[in-house]
């Protein structure tokens, strides 16, 4: 169709589905819900997805250690995803992590209070 935007799909259908096909290019998602309810599970998800597609994939954890992703992201099965992980809650550390590298596809800042 005329106007349509370009999206990454990160292969997890319902959560692409909601995004309209998939996430686009400079946009910035803000996600919400009741404490608890997936959110950051979800998150790591559609992350490491990215980054097993080849392309680079930040995670970014204000509310835990970079050591309780990595377990979860284990107990997921996702293990094997070269993303990164990164615990900051200044604007200035995650600038500091992104300026490391490439620009990512995919950032994701859990969670913005």
Excluded: H, W
């Excluded at 509310?63 to 990595?70: D, F, L």
């Excluded at 996702?78 to 200035?92: K, Y």
Aim: glycine share 14%; net charge positive; hydrophobic share 45%.
């Amino acid at each position: 169709p005329v106007g349509e935007l370009p999206r990454r799909t990160t292969g997890l259908a319902e959560f692409d589905r909601a995004l309209g096909g998939g996430i686009v290019p400079g946009s910035a998602i803000l996600m919400g819900g009741e404490p608890g309810i997936g959110k950051s599970t979800l998150l790591l998800q559609a992350a490491a997805s990215i980054a097993r597609s080849g392309a680079r994939s930040v995670y970014v954890s204000g509310e835990e250690a970079t050591g309780q992703v990595r377990l979860r992201a284990r107990r997921l099965g996702l293990a094997d995803a070269p993303l990164q992980l990164a615990a900051a809650t200044s604007v200035r550390d995650i600038l500091t992590t992104l300026n490391a590298g490439a620009p990512p596809a995919l950032l994701v800042v859990d969670s913005i209070q």
